[in-house]
């Protein structure tokens, strides 16, 4: 799986798709139209979804359809479109189910020391891709990539997703990807690196007009993938739509990410 996702291709790699699965035509509908964008500009693509939200402000914010019913939809769309995917898990025991679904388990950022879910999702054989905790430095991340590779998994990533500024910011430190690279390839999680957390609503604010400023810092700084939540209707998702990127508005995004890569590409072989 890491193989197909670093493979000679000269581009980044791409995990994309909704915050969570909100039904199955919705789901099919993203994938298809990622994969487009994806096979036309040669990026390695990985369908994103979550089939449970476990960190939520509220007790009545959405947090799924049912998880067996959202681990189908996640699998059907692997299956029609034969591409991986990633979707993240919260306990030990979720691990296991999870895994007979999907290709990536995706370990949540306040989760990310976990030693139990880290070895759990170690042990099944699948790639794990263990999100930054917003309150680490880059550094510390070598340990959690330890956990897994000393669990007999070296199929592991790392995702940067910004780290605590204040109570209700994030900010990205870009020093942090080179640091990374050395323990593992490193993601930048461009739309919950724009997350606005704790509001008094209680419901995540967000900046998706820095998407792409955003997106370009991580390609020049030397990211290996790039993880964007998107959505039809940002404005109607069910999660996370403050921050999420609107579907036609990622074709032209990732055109202009592949130029930028292949420039900087194009200057370090040189």
Do not use: W
Not at 68 to 76: D, F, G, M, V, Y
Not at 115 to 127: P, S, Y
Not at 240 to 263: H, P, V
């Amino acid at each position: 799986m890491l193989n197909y996702l670093t493979s000679s291709t000269g581009n980044f790699f791409l995990l994309a798709g909704p915050c969570v699965i909100e039904g199955e035509d919705m789901a099919l509908t993203i994938a298809e139209k990622v994969l487009e964008s994806a096979s036309k500009l040669n990026i390695p693509y990985v369908f994103k979804g979550s089939y449970r939200k476990a960190n939520r402000s509220r007790l009545d914010s959405f947090t799924g359809i049912g998880d067996e019913k959202a681990l189908k939809i996640l699998r059907k769309v692997g299956d029609t479109f034969n591409i991986p995917v990633v979707t993240d898990i919260h306990t030990p025991d979720e691990a296991e189910v999870a895994a007979q679904y999907v290709d990536v388990l995706q370990i949540p950022a306040f989760l990310c020391r976990q030693t139990d879910l880290l070895v759990a999702a170690a042990r099944t054989g699948k790639m794990v891709n263990i999100k930054k905790g917003q309150f680490l430095s880059a550094e510390s991340m070598r340990y959690a990539v330890t956990k897994v590779k000393e669990s007999g998994n070296n199929q592991v990533t790392i995702t940067e997703r910004g780290t605590t500024f204040g109570y209700q910011d994030l900010v990205v430190d870009y020093r942090g990807i080179p640091v990374m690279r050395q323990y593992a390839p490193v993601i930048m999680d461009i739309t919950h690196s724009l997350q606005q957390p704790n509001q008094a609503s209680g419901v995540t604010g967000g900046r998706p007009e820095l998407i792409e400023t955003v997106a370009r810092a991580a390609i020049a700084t030397g990211a290996d993938g790039i993880f964007i939540e998107t959505h039809p209707n940002p404005a109607v998702a069910k999660s996370d739509g403050a921050n999420m990127l609107q579907l036609d508005l990622l074709d032209g995004l990732l055109s202009r990410l592949t130029k930028l890569k292949m420039a900087i590409n194009e200057i370090d072989n040189k």
